[in-house]
């Protein structure tokens, strides 16, 4: 029986623009900025007003009425005032202005949620005004007019109208036409000089089996190889960045020679600065582009032959603050490495499992199971004094990790603690961590390891 799965993903286009198109998409990104500054401009207005009422002694109940942040609330406070701050609004669509309100709405309510503790990860600042020079280009269409066109070269945008694409949207274009997507938005951006458009579609896939559905393979990430398989395989780590890093020099050196703009005086910036900027920012992109192509296609073929693969929990926001190795993790791209598998192996009727964060994967002996106290980044082959193994060290990481497939099936969904991962540590090494019995991820208590013990260092590289 075939079995349909509805799932929500994008498809990204490079346009080709006529001068007439680009400015009337500048102006409609425009538009959008233009909203988002008179509407934090009007919150922040309000917020002072009711703290500086508050330092007088005025009551609660005798204060300036609050204004509503979400986006139907400054979407309403806009269409009041627009005839005064924009009077040229009726030469863009309504959906520029609702872009703009839109990041707001969705800003503010990550910083409130942010300073509540509703919301996890890195503390969230207060939304800032948007740069003419200095802010992304971009408007998003959710209404209207929003289809490709028979000859699948071109696409229809509502006000902007016909649009020609740099490259066939068949694949798109079959699917709306067999009736198993639908186009929910539409958002044109400008990356590095060139625009883009990207469909958010709702696609109704046909459910898939892996090539091996029994199989289980853990995935060890590093720096040295992009990724270790547990089956032996060593896949390389491209570093586009390290490679492009004396090309990009040279342009940051020639950027730097040219006349740019200072807010202080009011100087505007060169012709020539503006060439040398975007050639950089072309350089930047092009990596980008690289590391991007390459992580899908290693994702891709592993969440198509593998039923089971199991990944770290690595924290990489952490393993960034180290400034010897945040180049080189940041060019790996370990965060978006494990982001891919998630929705892949779930595409593909596979199953993703979290190895815990604290879990030693290479410290541990994957045949006997002995845990070492110590296990120094320089140590590139791992020895067990126990049972006499002699492996690379990512392999045996690798094999750890795919050991845990079978603990997944008993642990159900999040983090697999795995063995040895919930014991107190031995003597020398990290300050011990406590954990809750009975779940998959406990909360964790303590300090951050030390002495080099611990397999999840900032400083873990491979």
């Known amino acids: 029986m075939v079995i ?15 001068p007439g198109q680009e400015r009337a998409v500048l102006a409609h990104a425009g538009a959008g900025r233009v909203a988002y500054n008179w509407a934090l401009a009007r919150v922040k207005a309000v917020m002072q007003q009711r703290a500086a009422e508050r330092s007088y002694g005025i009551a609660e109940s005798g204060l300036t009425p609050t204004i509503g942040w979400s986006l139907p609330a400054l979407r309403k406070a806009w269409n009041a005032a627009k005839p005064d701050v924009a009077p040229w609004w009726a030469e863009c669509s309504k959906e520029a202005f609702n872009t703009g309100l839109d990041a707001l709405a969705r800003g503010l309510k990550s910083w409130s949620d942010s300073r509540m503790g509703k919301r996890a990860g890195r503390r969230v600042g207060f939304p800032r005004f948007k740069s003419r020079r200095r802010s992304t280009l971009s408007v998003r269409f959710t ?44 958002t044109v951006r400008c990356d590095a000089g060139r625009w883009h458009v990207a469909f958010t579609v709702e696609v109704d896939r046909v ?31 491209p570093r586009h960045l390290e ?9 940051a050196r020639r950027l730097a020679r040219r006349v740019g703009p200072d807010r202080r005086s009011g100087q505007q910036p060169s012709r020539r600065w503006e060439r040398a900027r975007s050639q950089v920012a072309r350089a930047h992109a092009r ?33 960034l603050r180290n400034r010897r ?24 009727g596979g199953h993703l499992v979290v190895a815990d964060r ?26 067990c004094l126990t049972c006499g193994l002699v492996l690379d060290r990512d392999v045996n990481a690798a094999r750890n990790l795919a050991a845990l497939a079978c603990e997944a099936t008993t642990a159900g969904s999040g983090p697999v603690a795995g063995r040895g991962a919930d014991r107190k540590t031995r003597p020398g090494g990290p300050v011990a961590v406590k954990r809750q019995p009975g779940t998959a991820q406990a909360g964790k208590t303590g300090t951050v390891p030390q002495g080099g013990t611990a397999d999840h260092m900032f400083t873990r590289a491979h």
């Open 143 to 186: 209404t209207g007019a929003i289809r490709v066109e028979p000859d699948r070269k071109h696409v229809v945008l509502p006000r902007l109208g016909r649009l020609k694409l740099h490259e066939s949207a068949r694949k798109l274009a079959r699917r709306l036409e067999a009736g198993t997507a639908r186009i929910m938005s539409a």
């Open 243 to 251: 490679d492009a890093a004396r090309r990009m020099r040279r342009l």
């Open 325 to 348: 190795l945040a180049r080189r993790i940041a060019d790996a791209g370990f965060g978006e490495l494990r982001r891919q598998l998630a929705y892949k192996t779930t595409w593909n």
């Open 207 to 237: 459910e898939r089996t892996p090539a091996r559905p029994q199989a289980a393979v853990g995935v060890d990430v590093g720096v040295k190889h992009l990724a270790v398989l547990s089956t032996g395989a060593l896949l390389p780590n």
């Open 358 to 383: 604290w879990y030693p994967s290479s410290k541990t002996c994957s045949a006997c199971g002995t845990v070492k106290a110590k296990l120094a980044l320089s140590e590139r082959t791992y020895t």
């Open 287 to 319: 990596v980008a582009n690289l590391r991007r192509d390459g992580l899908h296609k290693l994702t891709t073929r592993l969440a198509g032959q593998y039923g089971t693969i199991v990944v770290e929990d690595l924290n990489v926001a952490g393993m």
């Open 4 to 18: 349909d799965v509805m799932v929500v993903q994008a498809y990204r286009f490079v346009l080709d623009l006529t």
